[in-house]
């Protein structure tokens, strides 16, 4: 599956809480949900040619 989007961030604060990505960074979206928050390394294999890339260095996205 490829991302529509992915968010990079310095912090993802998420609503599946601490304790499934406490390092999270990056979020990757597709057709307007949520399929991946983790390490902007592990969610890399869900960009494609048409993913858009937003990147906030030093921002907590919510």
Same mark, same amino acid.
């Given at each position: 599956?490829?991302?529509?989007?992915?968010?990079? /961030?310095?912090? !993802?604060?998420?609503?599946? *809480?601490?304790?499934?990505? $406490? #390092? %999270?960074?990056?979020?990757?979206?597709?057709?307007?949900?949520? !399929?991946?928050?983790? #390490?902007? =390394? #592990?969610?890399? =294999?869900?960009? *494609? $040619?048409?993913?858009?890339?937003?990147?906030? $260095?030093? /921002? %907590?996205?919510?």
């Amino acid at each position: 599956m490829q991302a529509d989007v992915i968010v990079l /961030a310095h912090h !993802i604060e998420h609503l599946a *809480g601490e304790a499934v990505a $406490p #390092d %999270a960074n990056a979020v990757a979206i597709t057709g307007g949900r949520v !399929i991946a928050v983790g #390490d902007a =390394s #592990d969610l890399e =294999s869900l960009r *494609g $040619p048409g993913t858009a890339v937003h990147e906030f $260095p030093g /921002a %907590a996205v919510i």
